[in-house]
């Protein structure tokens, strides 16, 4: 029995993992007891060394010293301020008039206002509950279904699973040795095709289910002119301007560049190129903005207004922080520093940086930071005891072994982590099964950074599967569990079930299944800087052929000592040769 288990003492680890989990106990100490208590059993069995221990607090000091690490307290205390600062608020009403008049615009605006908390929040937490607080009422007093409403809230939240800069791909980054900034790029692309994904399945409900996804009433479309028009035509007018100045800078960036530097560029990098074009089209339509408010010509209606100004400054923090991580200006931890204190000038030119509200916000933050913190200790102790008892080597047989090579392993790794996602968040995934993964990844030739978007994906489920889906608990602690009489309509409103929540979630979690699908289909849809990888197998090293100077040939004698006699000789033969030679 002794010999069994120490000989099978790997699988029994992984195995006593999930007893631990599956009893309740909180994940972080679940890993460090399981890692300590097969440590002392490996040891008592001969199969790990006494000192295997000894080496726990240089990695726990190593945990402390990631600076990578450092950029998920900044960008959750970025969402955070933003998030109560009433950004979100003004965001979901703006857009929700925008689109009002067309059958779904309330859940058209949920889904693009989500996809822009994403990228300024980060936070799934923080999107879900404001969208859920805000539009929810809004959607159930106009007559959206109960499925459709929670299910766009809760899916259009998970979006800061994806959409940099997301806290999963700076962990995910940290998990698989690659740089978060590759990650960020690398995700971009995915994230704004699961955004139209969900776009899409809205237009379809539209045409084919319409009492589903009904307009707003005239009576609810607040922002209009005086003659009782929407005043888009302007609105349309700016943005067709503000992407042509967009278009015409990206198309001549590389001549810019070249005037600049005063040499001639060839090319520029297309990350560089998009963010610096999207930042003149943004200025163009505030500068335009500002010059009508100012000096009230009258070139813009109240809704082209109103839009410009409350989509500028969320895009503002969006280009100052993914920009300069993205043009290599920033690392992503002094982006998320200056993401903060982006979000607390925002928060105080809006009047609503409050005491209240930091204490609140500091206080959120450093509860997440410890607890990811406390989570990477407990997976660190529970590591280093797997490998020491051969673990890697154990799932790597187990995995490369799979028949189909990279496309079996591929649907195995995302069926498994597809299930595990039932029980376990993001950040237990990625510190527990993550790093067993990413070197049969690896060995495999599949891309580490290309394999870390596709986890990001599928773990965004994660957040939406029933009935464990935190997104769907959190849009659960602000959805209304008894009728109320409505504010506005003055009727009754039933109160919205855990069912339909459920319900309304399974159409956005197959969507995830399909991107998931879509990713490994086409890989070209993550989008990563092309290194050519070197073959150290097939590296030949090459020694010179003897050209009679020291150091050519490793066999050739040493020259002669300074001041001895073959020294001597040796000058007087070469002051002979020149003498000869001018002779």
Known sequence: ??????????????????????????????????????????????????????????????????????????????????ERSGMAEDLLDTIGQLFGPVRGGLAFAVIFVGALLAATTGVVA??????????????????????????VIAASGTLAQIIPPSLVLIVLADQLGRSVGDMYKGAFVPGFILTGMYAGYVVLL?????????????????????????GLPSLLVLTVLSTALAITLGKNWALVVSWWRGEAVTSVPTDETIVVSMCAGVFFAFVVAMINKVTRLGLLSRMAERVTFVLIPPLLLIFLVLGTIFLGIATPTEGGAMGALGAFIMA???????????????????????????????????????????????????LTGLPGGQLGFLIVVNILIFLLAFFLDFFELSFIVVPLLA????????????????????????????????????????APDKAYIDRVTRKE???????????????????????VGLIIAFPGIVS????????????????????????SDPLAPPPPLPGSDASNKAEADEQKKIDDLFK
């Not at 859920?132 to 499925?147: F, N, T, V």
């Not at 580490?448 to 489920?461: D, E, H, P, S, Y």
């Not at 009935?467 to 602690?477: D, I, N, Q, V, W």
């Open 348 to 398: 105080m030119v809006r009047r609503r940086l409050t005491m209240s509200l930091l204490k609140q916000a500091l206080n959120t933050t450093t509860k997440l930071s410890c607890f990811v913190v406390f989570i990477l200790i407990g997976a660190t102790i529970f590591g280093l005891s797997f490998q020491g008892v051969d673990g890697p080597r154990w799932v790597e047989h187990l």
């Open 493 to 515: 409103i039933l109160p919205v079930t855990t069912g339909q929540i459920y319900w309304g979630a399974v159409p956005f979690v197959i969507i995830q299944i399909i991107m």
């Open 126 to 151: 923080a999107s879900v509950i404001s969208m859920g607080l805000i539009s929810l009422p809004i959607m159930l007093r106009y007559g959206y279904d109960r499925r459709i409403a929670t299910g």
């Open 206 to 230: 539209a045409l084919f289910r319409p009492k589903w996804v009904p307009a707003l009433p005239l009576e609810a479309r607040s922002i209009r002119e005086d003659n009782g028009k929407a």
């Open 1 to 82: 029995m002794t010999q069994f288990i120490a000989q099978n003492l790997a699988p029994i680890m992984f195995a006593g993992l999930f007893v631990f989990l599956l009893l309740g106990f909180p994940v972080a100490f679940s890993l460090g007891a399981c890692g300590l208590f097969f440590g002392f059993i490996g040891i008592e069995l001969g199969v790990l060394p006494t000192s295997l221990l000894q080496a726990l607090p240089l990695r726990i000091f190593g945990i402390m010293q990631n600076e990578t690490l450092l950029a998920i307290p900044f960008f959750t205390l970025m969402g955070l301020i933003l």
């Open 528 to 551: 990563q800087d092309k290194v050519e990888k070197i073959d150290l197998n097939k590296v030949k090293i090459e020694m010179p052929a003897d050209t009679g100077a020291f150091g």
């Open 439 to 478: 070197p049969v990844a690896d060995k495999l030739g599949i891309d580490l950074v290309w394999f870390g978007v596709l986890l990001a994906v599928n773990m965004q489920t994660s957040f939406m599967h029933p009935p464990f889906g935190f997104a769907l608990f959190y849009l659960r602690s602000v």
